[in-house]
């Protein structure tokens, strides 16, 4: 595994420390690396209201694009989840990962077992709603 996998994947395993999860009680950390390097982290959050609730792969990627450029693109996703089979990022996150990955962002779940899968996003949501579907054609 290269250095910087090896960073991603540990980065992730930390984040799910700081998970704020008293209704599910399920821990999640994702870590993602930017087209120009730089690297974040985040874990879910939840909220009673549930609606409230924010996954870790959107805090880490609300945390990137608050510090970057928006030309910038989601080159490689860690999700890290307490659960015996690795969880994958749900929907929503997926929608949101295709505003700001490339169908050939590497997408690597796993969990404290190491258990590890890996998948291009474009196999996660290969019919993925996009900008250039609200773009007017004329």
């Known amino acids: 595994m ?8 540990k980065m992730a395993i ?38 409230g609730t924010v996954c870790a792969e959107r805090v880490a990627i609300w945390k990137a694009f608050s510090e970057n450029k928006s030309d910038i693109k989601i080159t490689e996703v860690f999700v890290a989840s307490n659960e015996s089979e690795p969880w994958p990022p749900c929907g929503f996150c997926r929608q949101v990962l295709a505003e700001f990955a490339t169908p050939e962002t590497q997408v690597t779940l796993i969990n404290l077992q190491n258990t590890e899968k890996t998948y291009k996003f474009k196999d996660l ?3 993925a709603f996009k900008f250039e579907h609200l773009i007017k054609k004329d």
């Open 14 to 51: 930390a984040a799910m420390e700081f998970s704020y999860s008293p209704y599910s009680n399920k821990k999640i950390g994702a870590s993602i690396v930017l087209s120009n390097g730089k690297s974040y982290s985040g874990c879910n959050i939840e909220n009673a209201s549930y609606g």
């Open 2 to 9: 290269s250095s910087l996998k090896t960073e991603l994947k």
């Open 125 to 127: 949501l290969p019919l």
